[in-house]
Antibody, heavy 121, light 107 residues
Framework: EVQLVQSGAEVKKPGESLKISCKGS????????IGWVRQIPGKGLEWMGI????????RYSPSFQGQVTISADKSISTAYLQWSSLKASDTAMYYC??????????????WGQGTTVTVSS | DIQMTQSPSSLSASVGDRVTITCRAS??????LNWYQQKPGKAPKLLIY???SFQSGVPSRFSASGFGTDFTLTINSLQPEDFATYYC?????????FGGGTKVEIK
Protein backbone atom coordinates (compact mmCIF):
# COMPACT_ATOMS: atom_id res chain seq x y z
CA GLU A 1 0.00 0.00 0.00
CA VAL A 2 1.29 3.42 -0.95
CA GLN A 3 1.39 5.61 2.13
CA LEU A 4 2.67 8.92 3.38
CA VAL A 5 2.91 9.13 7.16
CA GLN A 6 3.52 12.51 8.73
CA SER A 7 5.02 13.39 12.07
CA GLY A 8 2.82 14.33 15.00
CA ALA A 9 1.26 17.57 16.11
CA GLU A 10 3.55 20.34 17.30
CA VAL A 11 3.05 23.22 19.71
CA LYS A 12 5.74 25.87 19.52
CA LYS A 13 6.47 29.42 20.62
CA PRO A 14 7.09 32.29 18.19
CA GLY A 15 10.71 32.41 17.15
CA GLU A 16 11.32 28.70 17.63
CA SER A 17 12.47 26.40 14.86
CA LEU A 18 10.63 23.34 13.64
CA LYS A 19 11.07 20.48 11.18
CA ILE A 20 8.15 18.20 10.33
CA SER A 21 8.41 15.01 8.32
CA CYS A 22 6.61 12.92 5.75
CA LYS A 23 7.69 9.30 5.29
CA GLY A 24 6.77 7.46 2.13
CA SER A 25 6.33 3.73 1.75
CA UNK A 26 5.00 1.23 -0.75
CA UNK A 27 6.49 2.94 -3.81
CA UNK A 28 9.77 4.24 -5.19
CA UNK A 29 10.21 7.38 -3.10
CA UNK A 30 13.02 8.77 -5.24
CA UNK A 31 10.93 8.76 -8.43
CA UNK A 32 7.91 10.84 -7.35
CA UNK A 33 7.65 14.49 -6.45
CA ILE A 34 6.41 15.31 -2.95
CA GLY A 35 4.47 18.50 -2.36
CA TRP A 36 3.54 20.43 0.78
CA VAL A 37 0.18 22.12 1.24
CA ARG A 38 -0.90 24.49 4.01
CA GLN A 39 -4.43 24.82 5.34
CA ILE A 40 -5.14 27.50 7.90
CA PRO A 41 -8.11 26.54 10.10
CA GLY A 42 -11.36 27.20 8.28
CA LYS A 43 -9.57 28.23 5.08
CA GLY A 44 -8.62 26.73 1.74
CA LEU A 45 -5.62 24.84 0.44
CA GLU A 46 -2.37 26.66 -0.30
CA TRP A 47 0.40 25.04 -2.32
CA MET A 48 3.76 25.67 -0.68
CA GLY A 49 6.27 23.83 -2.84
CA ILE A 50 7.55 20.51 -4.09
CA UNK A 51 10.70 18.42 -4.03
CA UNK A 52 11.98 15.59 -6.20
CA UNK A 53 13.75 13.28 -3.76
CA UNK A 54 15.83 11.71 -6.50
CA UNK A 55 17.95 14.82 -6.96
CA UNK A 56 16.43 17.23 -4.38
CA UNK A 57 15.22 19.65 -7.07
CA UNK A 58 12.88 22.00 -5.24
CA ARG A 59 10.34 24.56 -6.33
CA TYR A 60 8.60 27.02 -4.00
CA SER A 61 5.55 29.18 -4.17
CA PRO A 62 6.63 32.83 -4.05
CA SER A 63 4.36 33.16 -1.01
CA PHE A 64 6.52 30.69 0.91
CA GLN A 65 9.96 31.18 -0.66
CA GLY A 66 12.37 32.21 2.07
CA GLN A 67 9.83 31.41 4.79
CA VAL A 68 10.25 27.62 4.81
CA THR A 69 12.74 25.04 3.60
CA ILE A 70 11.72 21.82 1.87
CA SER A 71 14.20 18.96 1.87
CA ALA A 72 14.33 15.19 1.56
CA ASP A 73 16.48 12.28 2.67
CA LYS A 74 16.01 9.61 0.06
CA SER A 75 17.94 7.07 2.12
CA ILE A 76 15.04 6.97 4.58
CA SER A 77 12.24 7.90 2.14
CA THR A 78 11.39 11.04 4.09
CA ALA A 79 10.59 14.58 3.06
CA TYR A 80 10.76 17.54 5.42
CA LEU A 81 9.28 20.99 5.87
CA GLN A 82 11.13 23.29 8.21
CA TRP A 83 10.99 26.75 9.70
CA SER A 84 13.88 28.60 11.30
CA SER A 85 11.74 31.11 13.16
CA LEU A 86 8.05 30.39 13.57
CA LYS A 87 5.35 33.05 13.65
CA ALA A 88 1.84 32.85 15.01
CA SER A 89 0.64 33.08 11.41
CA ASP A 90 2.28 29.69 10.71
CA THR A 91 -0.44 28.04 12.79
CA ALA A 92 -2.08 25.62 10.37
CA MET A 93 -2.46 22.06 9.20
CA TYR A 94 0.31 20.97 6.85
CA TYR A 95 -0.13 18.13 4.39
CA CYS A 96 2.37 16.33 2.24
CA UNK A 97 1.19 14.65 -0.93
CA UNK A 98 2.66 12.66 -3.79
CA UNK A 99 2.73 13.46 -7.47
CA UNK A 100 2.79 9.95 -8.94
CA UNK A 101 4.65 10.96 -12.08
CA UNK A 102 5.89 14.43 -12.97
CA UNK A 103 4.70 17.44 -10.96
CA UNK A 104 2.49 18.55 -13.84
CA UNK A 105 0.83 15.23 -14.38
CA UNK A 106 -2.00 13.43 -12.75
CA UNK A 107 -2.62 15.40 -9.59
CA UNK A 108 -1.56 14.63 -6.04
CA UNK A 109 -2.82 11.11 -5.56
CA UNK A 110 -1.71 10.09 -2.06
CA TRP A 111 -1.82 12.42 0.93
CA GLY A 112 -0.38 12.26 4.38
CA GLN A 113 -2.71 12.52 7.36
CA GLY A 114 -1.58 16.07 8.07
CA THR A 115 0.51 17.66 10.81
CA THR A 116 -1.04 20.36 12.99
CA VAL A 117 1.36 23.13 13.90
CA THR A 118 0.30 25.56 16.61
CA VAL A 119 2.45 28.60 17.31
CA SER A 120 1.49 30.49 20.43
CA SER A 121 3.23 32.37 23.18
CA ASP B 1 1.21 32.98 -10.86
CA ILE B 2 -1.93 31.48 -12.38
CA GLN B 3 -5.02 32.44 -10.39
CA MET B 4 -7.82 29.89 -10.04
CA THR B 5 -11.33 31.13 -9.35
CA GLN B 6 -14.07 28.76 -8.28
CA SER B 7 -17.76 29.45 -8.22
CA PRO B 8 -19.89 29.30 -6.29
CA SER B 9 -17.98 29.42 -3.02
CA SER B 10 -20.78 27.45 -1.43
CA LEU B 11 -24.05 25.87 -2.38
CA SER B 12 -26.92 24.06 -0.70
CA ALA B 13 -28.40 21.04 -2.37
CA SER B 14 -30.50 18.01 -1.62
CA VAL B 15 -29.73 14.33 -2.01
CA GLY B 16 -30.46 13.42 -5.60
CA ASP B 17 -29.77 16.89 -6.99
CA ARG B 18 -27.35 17.62 -9.77
CA VAL B 19 -24.70 20.20 -8.89
CA THR B 20 -22.11 21.91 -11.03
CA ILE B 21 -18.97 23.67 -9.82
CA THR B 22 -16.99 25.95 -12.07
CA CYS B 23 -13.28 26.71 -12.04
CA ARG B 24 -11.68 29.43 -14.14
CA ALA B 25 -7.97 29.94 -14.72
CA SER B 26 -6.42 33.36 -15.23
CA UNK B 27 -4.64 32.05 -18.34
CA UNK B 28 -4.88 28.99 -20.53
CA UNK B 29 -3.80 25.80 -18.79
CA UNK B 30 -4.80 23.31 -21.48
CA UNK B 31 -6.12 20.32 -19.50
CA UNK B 32 -3.72 20.65 -16.57
CA LEU B 33 -6.55 20.81 -14.07
CA ASN B 34 -7.23 18.57 -11.07
CA TRP B 35 -10.19 18.31 -8.72
CA TYR B 36 -10.06 17.32 -5.04
CA GLN B 37 -12.69 16.55 -2.44
CA GLN B 38 -12.10 17.34 1.22
CA LYS B 39 -14.29 16.33 4.12
CA PRO B 40 -14.00 17.99 7.54
CA GLY B 41 -10.97 16.84 9.48
CA LYS B 42 -9.63 14.80 6.58
CA ALA B 43 -6.91 15.18 3.99
CA PRO B 44 -8.00 16.11 0.47
CA LYS B 45 -8.72 13.28 -1.94
CA LEU B 46 -7.92 13.39 -5.64
CA LEU B 47 -11.05 12.91 -7.75
CA ILE B 48 -10.15 14.03 -11.25
CA TYR B 49 -6.85 14.76 -12.99
CA UNK B 50 -6.07 16.15 -16.42
CA UNK B 51 -9.47 17.87 -16.47
CA UNK B 52 -11.54 14.76 -17.09
CA SER B 53 -9.65 11.61 -16.07
CA PHE B 54 -11.00 9.74 -13.07
CA GLN B 55 -8.85 8.69 -10.20
CA SER B 56 -9.40 5.03 -9.37
CA GLY B 57 -12.52 4.41 -7.31
CA VAL B 58 -14.33 7.66 -8.06
CA PRO B 59 -18.05 7.03 -8.59
CA SER B 60 -19.48 7.49 -12.06
CA ARG B 61 -21.93 10.14 -10.84
CA PHE B 62 -18.97 12.54 -10.97
CA SER B 63 -18.07 14.05 -14.31
CA ALA B 64 -15.67 16.78 -15.32
CA SER B 65 -14.74 18.67 -18.43
CA GLY B 66 -13.00 21.73 -19.73
CA PHE B 67 -10.04 23.06 -21.64
CA GLY B 68 -8.05 26.25 -21.63
CA THR B 69 -9.46 28.49 -18.94
CA ASP B 70 -12.91 27.12 -18.08
CA PHE B 71 -13.61 23.86 -16.28
CA THR B 72 -16.55 22.19 -14.60
CA LEU B 73 -17.11 19.43 -12.08
CA THR B 74 -20.60 17.95 -12.04
CA ILE B 75 -22.09 15.60 -9.51
CA ASN B 76 -25.18 13.84 -10.80
CA SER B 77 -27.60 12.59 -8.16
CA LEU B 78 -25.83 13.96 -5.11
CA GLN B 79 -25.29 11.38 -2.38
CA PRO B 80 -24.90 11.98 1.39
CA GLU B 81 -21.19 11.17 1.18
CA ASP B 82 -20.67 13.89 -1.44
CA PHE B 83 -21.26 16.74 0.99
CA ALA B 84 -17.78 18.19 1.24
CA THR B 85 -15.58 20.98 -0.05
CA TYR B 86 -14.23 20.71 -3.58
CA TYR B 87 -11.04 22.34 -4.84
CA CYS B 88 -9.63 22.74 -8.31
CA UNK B 89 -5.87 22.97 -8.84
CA UNK B 90 -3.87 23.86 -11.92
CA UNK B 91 -0.73 21.87 -12.68
CA UNK B 92 0.31 23.78 -15.81
CA UNK B 93 3.07 25.69 -14.08
CA UNK B 94 4.52 26.19 -10.63
CA UNK B 95 3.29 27.44 -8.22
CA UNK B 96 0.52 24.86 -8.54
CA UNK B 97 -2.32 27.03 -7.35
CA PHE B 98 -5.64 25.92 -5.89
CA GLY B 99 -9.01 27.51 -6.28
CA GLY B 100 -10.69 28.91 -3.20
CA GLY B 101 -12.97 25.91 -2.78
CA THR B 102 -16.68 25.18 -3.09
CA LYS B 103 -18.49 23.92 -0.04
CA VAL B 104 -21.41 21.65 -0.90
CA GLU B 105 -23.87 21.64 1.99
CA ILE B 106 -27.08 19.83 2.70
CA LYS B 107 -30.24 21.82 2.03
Amino acid sequence: EVQLVQSGAEVKKPGESLKISCKGSGYSFTNSWIGWVRQIPGKGLEWMGIIYPGDSETRYSPSFQGQVTISADKSISTAYLQWSSLKASDTAMYYCARHPYNWNCCGMDVWGQGTTVTVSS
Amino acid sequence: DIQMTQSPSSLSASVGDRVTITCRASQSISTYLNWYQQKPGKAPKLLIYAASSFQSGVPSRFSASGFGTDFTLTINSLQPEDFATYYCQQSFSTPLTFGGGTKVEIK
